[in-house]
């Protein structure tokens, strides 16, 4: 679940109104989050792959991983364009316990969003599944043990 709080500007600006921050680039401050712990994760995945010893094959893997690292990075790059487009800058991002957070300024106000843990891991493993080219449905028997593995690893 996340959770927005958004405060007053630190330099008043005579047409913005809080409501103005909208729920779209509310999204894009997510999909911000998502894309780069995904491309992390993507890039330490394919080092590991590389290093560890235990493929046959480990190109393969490492392309099949390269290939959804360099889509995690093209839409990285598009988020970010939008977010300038709107004014929009994320100036911290923080993880702890419960999950991660985004402070923002979004044309003079400053915000943060809050994504706790379990719908972080749940949105980021059907997103990389997706860049993967796997189908979208979790396994229900590996799904604990994988988000629990995904969340010592970030």
């Not at 709080?5 to 005579?14: F, M, Q």
């Not at 890039?43 to 560890?52: F, H, P």
């Not at 190109?59 to 839409?75: D, G, R, W």
């Amino acid at each position: 679940m996340a959770t927005t709080k958004i405060t007053t500007p630190t330099t008043p600006h005579p047409h913005t109104r809080e409501e103005d921050i909208t729920k779209d680039e509310l999204s894009l401050v997510r999909s911000y989050l998502l894309l780069t712990f995904i491309h992390k994760v993507f890039e330490r995945d394919c080092r590991v792959i590389g290093k560890s010893g235990l493929f046959k094959t480990p190109q393969l893997y490492m392309e099949l991983v390269s290939t959804a690292t360099k889509k995690t990075s093209i839409m990285l790059q598009e988020v970010t364009r939008e977010l300038a487009s709107h004014n929009l800058k994320i100036t911290t991002v923080r993880q702890d316990q419960q999950g991660v957070e985004a402070q923002y300024s979004c044309r003079g106000y400053q915000g943060e969003s809050r994504i706790l843990w379990p719908s972080f891991r749940r949105e980021m493993m059907l997103r990389m599944r997706a860049y993967l080219g796997l189908a979208t449905e979790l396994s229900i028997v590996t799904r604990e043990e994988s988000l629990e593995q995904l969340a010592l690893s970030i």
